[in-house]
Every structure is written in C-alpha cells, then in structure tokens.
C-alpha cells in the first residue's frame, strides 16, 4: 500500500547543479502535483498534470520544469539549483479536481 | 528536524479535551474544502474533507463545520490524544481548477 512515493528523500546540491525529484503513485490517479513548503509559508504550487500527456504551471514554476512520464509518475527537475530553491517538495495526486489530494513524505532539498 | 513550522500559531490542549482549530478562506467560489495533518518529517495526511452544500461532516473523533458566509473552517477533535499532536491545516479549491489554496498551519500541542 505504497500511495506516493518520492525519491530522493534528502539532496544536498551546489549552485548551478541540476536535478530530477522522483515521484510515482500507484492509485492510479489522474492528476498529479509538485508542491514547496517553506517555513511560515502555506504549500505553493509549482506544477501540475491534470491528465496523463498534460502539464500547467502553477504559483511559483520559475526555475522549474516537469514531465508526466505516464500515467503513474511527475517528476521536477531543477536546471540549475539556485538558493531560493531549497526547501522541502511534496509531490501529491487525486483522482479528480475535487478531491482529497494524497501526498508522498517529501524530498528536502538544501542548495548551498 | 523540521523547520516547516517554525513561526505556526500553537493550540496547546489537556489530554481528553476537545480541540477547535480555525482557517480563514478567502475565495468565495471555493466549494471543497479540506482538513491536512502534517507530522513532523511526513507528508501531509488526509483527515476530512467537506463540499460546499454542507455546513458540518463528521468522521470519527473529528468534524469540520463550514461556514460560507463568513469563509470560515473548523476543524474539532473529540478527545484529543497524544498522537493528535502535529500540524493541522486546511485547503480550499474550485471544482475543475486544480489549484488548491493551503493555510499556513495551526500546531497541536497535546499536554498529558
């Protein structure tokens, strides 16, 4: 009963590094998600797929870029890591607009 | 450890006694709505939702009461237990949109 799974769990990465966050969800849900919690702050939106072959910018998409693969996995990819972007990222996934939304345990990412 | 609740407003309570924890939405073609506990080092984790039809649902030991006048959300905790201690927040989405709004969080202290 995995649900969301993200890897990695933990990254360190220097300016200018790039990266690609994991994720993969085995409800079979339609849409899927890639949020950043910072502190004080409420989760924001990076990007989403509301369907397997789309994809849409979010809140805050600068600096990012996304692929569905399929229908089971969303990955973040980070062209070059830049200090404002370290925070913790939440991939989730629902079966439709309206519903709950089911989100991984997070990769927390430092760029020094 | 975690430092995503680093400045979230606290809710400390006795062991046994009931909890209310509040969220303020602000649009008002939001017609879902959603409860989150968020664990320390885990990802958020669904505890209830409610549409906009509703004014009150309740699940076990826990209900949301919706108040659309004012675009106000509870959520109360029946007994509240050690294992409540975490942080709550809520969401809000319109249906079709795929953007959910997320509070900041309010912390669960519970005292024994």
């Known amino acids: 009963n995995a649900g969301v799974t993200q890897t990695p769990k933990f990254q360190v990465l220097k300016t200018g590094q790039s990266m690609t966050l994991q994720c993969a969800q085995d409800m079979n849900h339609n849409s899927m998600y890639w949020y950043r919690q910072d502190p004080g702050m409420g989760l924001r939106l990076i990007y989403y797929?509301?369907?397997?072959?789309?994809?849409d910018k979010g809140e805050v998409p600068n600096g990012y870029n996304v692929s569905r693969l399929n229908k089971r996995e969303f990955s973040l990819r980070l062209e070059s890591a830049a200090p404002s972007q370290t925070s913790v990222y939440f991939c989730a996934s629902t079966e439709d607009s309206n519903q709950p939304q089911h989100f991984g345990d997070g990769t927390r990412l430092s760029i020094l | 450890g975690e430092s995503v609740g680093l400045h979230l407003p606290t809710l400390s309570v006795q062991e046994g006694d009931n909890s209310i924890i509040n969220c303020a939405y602000s649009?008002?073609?939001?017609?879902?709505f959603i409860w989150y506990k968020q664990e320390s080092g885990k990802g958020p984790q669904f505890i209830i939702d409610i549409r906009s039809n509703m004014d009150k649902r309740q699940g076990q030991r826990v209900t949301v009461l919706l108040n659309k006048t004012v675009k106000h959300l509870s959520l109360q905790i029946a007994a509240t237990q050690p294992g409540d201690s975490a942080v709550y927040f809520c969401?809000?989405?319109?249906?079709?949109?795929?953007?959910?709004?997320f509070g900041t969080g309010t912390r669960l202290k519970v005292l024994a």
């Open positions: 649009n008002s073609a939001s017609d879902y």
């Open positions: 797929s509301a369907s397997e072959g789309t994809t």
């Open positions: 969401a809000d989405t319109t249906s079709g949109t795929y953007k959910y709004i």
